[in-house]
C-alpha cells in the first residue's frame, strides 16, 4: 500500500460552502433565503469555489516548503532515543573501604566481523558502600494489624562468639521475621551474607526451596529480593560462585546449615524507621520473612537457629545510556554579532546533565580566562539583553545564540546576551548517540573500556537486555505527525488528543489508551472528573517473544515512567482534570496450533522435515507480530485494550502461512507467573476475554506441522 501524501487542509468546496452557510445566522439573521438560487448563495459558492483552488495547490507543495511550514509552528522531527540498561559490576574480592566507580565508564559489546561495538556509558557516580550492621531484630507474627506483631532487640547477642539465635517462634508462625539493620543505604548493592546456622535435625521443609522471602524497603512498601529468572541464568553463567548455589542463590537450605547468600538490592531501597518498645530505629533493613509460596506447601515444625552474620559489598549496579561521552569540544570564537551560530561535530546531542562538578552547558572564556557557564532556554522569547542565554538544537548540533529584531515602532530588541567579541567559545561536555541498534541483549555488554578506573571489579555485564533505543523519526513519519501537532496545538481536549500527548512525553511510551471510567452512581450520573491513561513502554522485538521484563517494568521504572507522563500532560489539558496515570494489565497466552501441510512422497525425508520446521517457524512469527501488545492487532498498531481473542481472528492468519494446506486446530491457554517468576499454564480454551485495561501478549506457542 503505498504512503499517503500528508494533508495540510482537509477541507474541500462543499466544507467551505457549508460551513459558511452555518455561520448566517450568528452573522446575519436577517438573511434567512438560504437556496442555491439565492445571490449570497452564489457568492459563498464563488469564493469557496476560489479557496478550494488554492487549498489544492497548498495541500501539493515540495517537502521543503512542507516541513519549513511545521517547523514555522514549533515542530521538529524527533531525534534518535537511546537505549538504557543496567550494568552490574563484580568485584574481584570483597573490599574493606569505599570503592567509587565514576561516572562516565564505558562498557561495550563484543566487536565481530560483522558488527561493530556498541558503547554504553554510566550515567551516575556508583558508591560501593562497606555494611555495617547496626542492629538485628526478631518479630514474633500473631493475629491482627501488623502493629500486632512483638519484636525483641538481639543486636548485643548477635556479637558474641557463639549466639544462638531462634530466629522464628518455637512454634514458627507464617510472618514471623527477623531484620538486618544497615548503618548506610545499600540500594544498588550485590550483598553476600555468610550465615552461621546450627544443623537442624530432618526439618520439615523442601530444603530445596525453602519457605522464606528475603525483602527490602523500596520507601513505600516490602518487596521481595528474588532475582528474576532471566537475571539468575547470567549470574550462574558469569560467576564461579553462584553456580553451586541453590535456586535463590542460597545454600544455607532454610537456615539450616551454615552458608551464604546473595542478594541484589535494587537501587530504590531506601531507609526506613522501625519502632520497638520506646526506641525509633532507623536503618537500611533487609528482612527474612517465613511463610508459604505455595499451598500445601510444607512449613517449619522448628525455629533456625542463627549464630553469626557477616556482611560483604561483592558487587553493584548502575543506569547506562548507549551514548559516548565528548569532552571540552571548542566551537570558535565570537565575532560579537547577533545571532551566531556554531555547530557541535557529534550531532545528535542528548539531553544535557546539569549535575555534578561538569555540568553539560555552553561556556564562554572571560578576560582573567576562567569560563562562564550559559543557559539552554527553548526559545529567545522571555530573554532579556543582559541574560546569557542559547539554544541548541538536538538533532542537527546547531547552537544559536539571541538574534536582534526590530519592533513594530521601529526600535531594535537585543533577544539574549551576545558574547563579547574575539572571545573562545566551548561545550564543556555532551553525549552523542542513540538508535535502535543499542537495544542489545542480556549478558552483551562485558567490554570495560576504562580498565584504569575498574581494577578492583572482576566483570561488567548487564542482567537485563537494553531498551527504549529508537531511531530518529523519519521524514514520512514526521509528515503524518505534522497535521496531528498543528490540531491538538498541545491542549489536551479530546480522547486523541490526550493519548497522543502522553505518547510526545517520553519515547518510553510506545502506546497510551485513554480508557474511560465508569460513572459512580452516588454522583447521580456525573462523568467523572480525572482522565486514566495507561501505558504500554517501546519493547525492540515485534516478530518473537516480548520478555516480561521488558513490559512488566520494575517498580522504579515504572514510576518514572507514569511520572514523566502525568508532568507532561498536565501542562497541557484543563485546569479541573486530574490524571490518573499508570501501566497497562497484559495477559499471557500460549496458542496451540496444528497445522496439515501437502505430501511431498517425491522429496527425502530430511527435506520434508526441513520444510515442516521452516513452516513451523513462519506460523510462530506470524502469531508472535499478531499478538502483540505494540505492533500487533487487526491494524498492526497494538493489541486493542479489552478485545477478545478468538479462533476466527487466528484462523486466517494461519492459513495464510505460504505452504499450509489447511489449519486443523488452534486452542488457547493463559499463562500466569508466580512470585518467583515460575510459568504456569492452564487449561485449553476457544476463547480468551480481556478487561478494559488488559492487552494480550505472546507467550511461547506450540505449533505442530503434519503432511495431510
Known amino acids: ?3 499517503t501524501t500528508p494533508i495540510i487542509d482537509p477541507r474541500h468546496f462543499q466544507d467551505l460552502v457549508d460551513e459558511a ?5 450568528q452573522y446575519c439573521p436577517e438573511w434567512t433565503d438560504h437556496n442555491v438560487s439565492d445571490p449570497g448563495v452564489t457568492l459563498i459558492e464563488l469564493f469557496s469555489w476560489m479557496i478550494d483552488i488554492v487549498l489544492y495547490r497548498l495541500n501539493r507543495v515540495p517537502d521543503r516548503d512542507y516541513l519549513k511550514f511545521l517547523e514555522l509552528v514549533g515542530a521538529r522531527p524527533h531525534p534518535a ?8 559490576f563484580w568485584l574481584s574480592a570483597p573490599q574493606s573501604q569505599l570503592i567509587i566507580i565514576p561516572r562516565g565508564i564505558e562498557v561495550a559489546t563484543r566487536q565481530t566481523e560483522t558488527r561493530p561495538a556498541i558503547s554504553f556509558t554510566t550515567d551516575t557516580e556508583m558508591r560501593l558502600r562497606v555494611p555495617k550492621l547496626r542492629y538485628c531484630l526478631l518479630a514474633q507474627h500473631h493475629p491482627g494489624p501488623p502493629e500486632s506483631d512483638v519484636f525483641s532487640d538481639v543486636s548485643e547477642r548477635l556479637a558474641w562468639e557463639r549466639s544462638d539465635i531462634s530466629v522464628f517462634q518455637e512454634d514458627p508462625k507464617e510472618g514471623d521475621t527477623f531484620y538486618l539493620g544497615y548503618e548506610e543505604n545499600l540500594g544498588g548493592h550485590a ?9 537442624l535435625r530432618a526439618p520439615n521443609i523442601n530444603q530445596d526451596d525453602p519457605p522464606i522471602t528475603w525483602e527490602f524497603w523500596n520507601g513505600d512498601s516490602w518487596a521481595p529480593l528474588q532475582v528474576p529468572e532471566e537475571e ?42 522501625l519502632k520497638v518498645d520506646t526506641r525509633a530505629l532507623t536503618a537500611c533493613w533487609i528482612r527474612c520473612r517465613a511463610g508459604r509460596r505455595r499451598p500445601q506447601e510444607r512449613f517449619y515444625d522448628r525455629s533456625p537457629i542463627l549464630q553469626g552474620v557477616n556482611t560483604y559489598t561483592i558487587g553493584g549496579q548502575v543506569t547506562a545510556s548507549h551514548s559516548f561521552e565528548i569532552p571540552a569540544e571548542v566551537l570558535g570564537r565570537s565575532d560579537g554579532t547577533p545571532g551566531q551560530t556554531f555547530s557541535l561535530l557529534y550531532p545528535p546531542v542528548l539531553p544535557r546533565r546539569l549535575d555534578g562538578d561538569s555540568p553539560e552547558t555552553l561556556q564562554v572564556q572571560l578576560a582573567d580566562s576562567s569560563w562562564e557557564p550559559w543557559t539552554e532556554v527553548e526559545s529567545f522569547g522571555d530573554s532579556s539583553p543582559t541574560d546569557s542565554h542559547f539554544v541548541i538544537d538536538e538533532l542537527s548540533g546547531e547552537i544559536r545564540f539571541g538574534p536582534r529584531l526590530r519592533e513594530p515602532n521601529g526600535e531594535e530588541r537585543q533577544y539574549g546576551r551576545v558574547p563579547p567579541k574575539g572571545q573562545p567559545i566551548r561545550f564543556a561536555a555532551y553525549r552523542s548517540g542513540g538508535g535502535a541498534i543499542g537495544n542489545v541483549g542480556r549478558a552483551t555488554l562485558t567490554v570495560p573500556k576504562s580498565a584504569s578506573n575498574l581494577a578492583y571489579v572482576k566483570w561488567v555485564s548487564n542482567l537485563r537486555a537494553a531498551t527504549g533505543g529508537r531511531d530518529r523519526e523519519t521524514i514520512e513519519a514526521f509528515k503524518l505527525r505534522g497535521p496531528k501537532l498543528i490540531r491538538s496545538r498541545e491542549v489536551a481536549v479530546t480522547r486523541g488528543d490526550f493519548e497522543y500527548l502522553a505518547r510526545e512525553a517520553t519515547p518510553q511510551a510506545a502506546r497510551v489508551a485513554c480508557i474511560p471510567v465508569a460513572v459512580d452512581p452516588k454522583t447521580n450520573g456525573n462523568s467523572p472528573r480525572y482522565v486514566r491513561l495507561l501505558i504500554i513502554p517501546s519493547v525492540p522485538t515485534s516478530d518473537e517473544r516480548v520478555p516480561r521484563e521488558q513490559l512488566e517494568l520494575a517498580p522504579e521504572v515504572r514510576r518514572e515512567l507514569c511520572r514523566k507522563v502525568r508532568a507532561y500532560v498536565e501542562e497541557r489539558c484543563p485546569l479541573t482534570t486530574e490524571l490518573n496515570v499508570g501501566v497497562a494489565d497484559y495477559k499471557w497466552v500460549s496458542a496451540r496450533v496444528r497445522l496439515v501441510v501437502p505430501a511431498r512422497s517425491d522429496l527425502e525425508p530430511v527435506q520434508r522435515e526441513a520444510i515442516r520446521t521452516r513452516i513451523a517457524e513462519d506460523a510462530r512469527r506470524a502469531l508472535f507480530q499478531f499478538i502483540h501488545p505494540v505492533t500487533g492487532g487487526p491494524d498492526g498498531e497494538g493489541w486493542p485494550f479489552g478485545k477478545a481473542l478468538t479462533m476466527g481472528d487466528v484462523y486466517p492468519l494461519l492459513q495464510s502461512v505460504p505452504g499450509v494446506e489447511y489449519v486443523e486446530e488452534v486452542r488457547f491457554r493463559p499463562v500466569t507467573f508466580d512470585v518467583g517468576g515460575r510459568r504456569q499454564v492452564g487449561s485449553e480454551e476457544r476463547l480468551l476475554r480481556l478487561g478494559s485495561t488488559e492487552v494480550f501478549c505472546s507467550d511461547l506457542h506450540d505449533v505442530e506441522v503434519v503432511e495431510e
Do not use: Y
Not at 452557510?21 to 445566522?25: A, D, F, Q, S
Not at 541453590?246 to 524507621?273: H, I, K, Q
Open 232 to 273: 539468575l541464568t547470567v549470574l550462574r553463567q558469569t560467576e564461579p560462585e553462584c553456580q553451586a548455589l541453590g535456586p535463590r542463590l542460597d545454600d544455607t537450605r532454610g537456615l539450616n546449615r551454615d552458608g551464604r547468600v546473595f542478594l541484589v538490592v535494587p537501587r530504590t531501597c531506601a531507609m526506613s524507621e
Open 81 to 88: 532515543v537511546p537505549a538504557g540498561a543496567e550494568l552490574t
Open 1 to 3: 500500500m503505498p504512503a
Open 21 to 25: 452557510k452555518r455561520r448566517i445566522p
Open 191 to 199: 550483598l553476600r551474607f555468610d550465615l552461621r546456622c546450627e544443623t
